[in-house]
């Protein structure tokens, strides 16, 4: 069971997140609870890259798909509407993991699902507890949860 508590990364934070995990017109973005698509749109209109959005919760889905409308990125961004892993249908450069409040049952098949070699910025507190030992890069990135302060969010080449 999965705790889908919605927040996401402020549409604002796009070229911050863009510079930190060097996402440009070459890369492919995999945002693993994306909502409603905001910031994914964002990152992809700021950077150029193709964007892959997953999100479980169906009304989430579904107003993703009319940003995706909206926004004019139906050939670039790829929308599905399951829990990850999924079937893809296609590679990706970068992984965005919004997975403050799973549990280590929940992050540890997303995380192992990740090629080696991707480019990866979550919020996972529990899979830090797994992973006490792996060098990752802290930062701050204000979310629409904590709107002043911001939340932890990690990076690190798997």
């Not at 993703?64 to 079937?87: I, M, S, V, W």
């Not at 990752?136 to 798997?158: A, C, I, N, P």
């Amino acid at each position: 069971k999965i705790n889908y508590l919605y927040g996401e990364i402020r549409k604002s934070e796009a070229a911050h997140i863009m510079n930190i995990l060097g996402i440009d017109e070459k890369s492919t973005v995999i945002d693993i609870g994306c909502g409603n698509a905001r910031f994914l749109c964002a990152l992809m209109k700021e950077s150029g890259c193709k964007g892959i959005g997953v999100e479980p919760t169906y009304e989430y889905y579904v107003k993703a798909q009319a940003r995706r409308k909206l926004k004019g990125l139906g050939d670039r961004l790829e929308l599905k509407n399951t829990h990850y892993p999924c079937k893809l249908d296609s590679k990706y450069t970068h992984a965005i993991i919004h997975g403050c409040a799973w549990e280590k049952s929940n992050i540890m098949p997303v995380y192992r699902a990740i090629p080696k070699g991707v480019k990866v910025f979550h919020n996972s507190f529990a899979f830090n507890r797994e992973n006490r030992n792996m060098d990752q890069t802290e930062f701050m990135v204000k979310t629409s949860y904590l709107r002043d302060l911001g939340t932890r969010f990690w990076y690190h080449k798997k």
